[in-house]
């Protein structure tokens, strides 16, 4: 059995796909397997992975809003200790694995790391703004105002995912900010500083793009943390300051665009999850 299963969902990306794949081939290790999982595409994808056929395993899924289905169906396929996303638009540098695998032996009670990145923009290399820069260590306050960890960039031990739960497959986009907020309430995510991970942006099918209303599942994400009770006092403190926030710039929004009933909802809604519940 490999040490490290690598989980790369794919959706209409013929022309990448084969990029990403061959980016995990030329790793510096070869203690790892291929899971791709083809999110129902509608071009070429079956043709560029058939060059590929000996070194990967296919799952072939009907089509899902969001890229939660494809992600947790490579996970479930596999029985590997340590699993390692790679999205289908990025790619690694060949150290990516062996250093986060060394990371793993020299820290044996670490449970998540990732690593830094390099950024592309419409064929441009850019520095990450500020925001976006990574934090190490105990990241739960970061990880509320935006998310902090890359899916191509992190590695996990399978036990956190059996821990906390897979990516939950109801939200469309920001499930990767959910998932980390889970694990982040609970445990420190490392960051190995040197990037092993180029992350291409500015295409027109990248999954931020064709959802504007990013915030609202944001706000939801917050308000399950908060209704499931796996917060603390102080970072219970936290959400719901980050949550009024989010629903005061939300919640304003709808009102503008005519949604008044929605816009009201969302500004309440701080306001009735503070008050006092027993646990």
């Given amino acids: 059995m490999a040490s490290v299963s690598v989980i790369i969902p794919t959706f209409n990306r013929a022309h990448r796909v084969a990029r990403a794949i061959a980016s995990v081939l030329f790793q510096t290790t070869a203690d790892y397997e291929i899971i791709v999982v083809d ?12 060059r590929f056929q000996s070194h990967i395993r296919i799952i072939t899924l009907p089509h899902q809003m969001g ?4 992600r947790n169906a490579g996970v479930t396929s596999t029985a ?9 638009d990025d790619y690694w540098l060949p150290e990516k694995l062996s250093a986060q695998l060394y990371f793993f032996l020299e820290n044996p009670g670490a449970v998540a790391c990732q690593s830094q990145e390099k950024w592309i923009r419409r064929g441009v290399w850019v520095n990450p703004k500020r925001k976006h820069l990574k ?5 739960f306050s970061q990880s509320l105002k935006l998310c902090v960890v890359s899916p191509s960039a992190v590695m996990v031990r399978r036990s956190l995912l059996e821990e906390v739960g897979l990516f939950d497959e109801t939200f ?12 982040s309430c609970r445990y420190p995510i490392h960051l190995l500083g040197k990037p092993l991970v180029v992350k291409e942006g500015g295409s027109p099918d990248q999954l931020s793009r064709n959802h504007p209303g990013m915030d609202l599942y944001r706000i939801k994400a917050i308000n399950k943390m908060i209704e499931g009770w796996w917060l603390n ?10 949550l009024s926030v ?10 503008k665009r005519g949604k008044r009933s929605e816009g009201e909802y969302y500004l309440r809604l701080p306001e009735r999850l503070k008050r006092p519940r027993e646990r």
């Fill in 39 to 50: 999110d129902g595409s509608t071009d070429e994808t079956s043709t560029a992975l058939r």
């Fill in 67 to 70: 890229v939660s289905a494809a």
């Fill in 80 to 88: 590997s200790p340590f699993i390692a996303f790679l999205d289908s």
């Fill in 135 to 139: 934090p190490s260590g105990d990241i």
């Fill in 172 to 183: 469309p986009c920001c499930e990767d900010y959910e998932l980390w907020l889970r694990v």
């Fill in 233 to 242: 006092e102080s970072q219970l403190a936290l959400a719901l300051q980050e």
């Fill in 246 to 255: 989010k629903c005061s710039i939300y919640g304003n929004g709808c009102i």
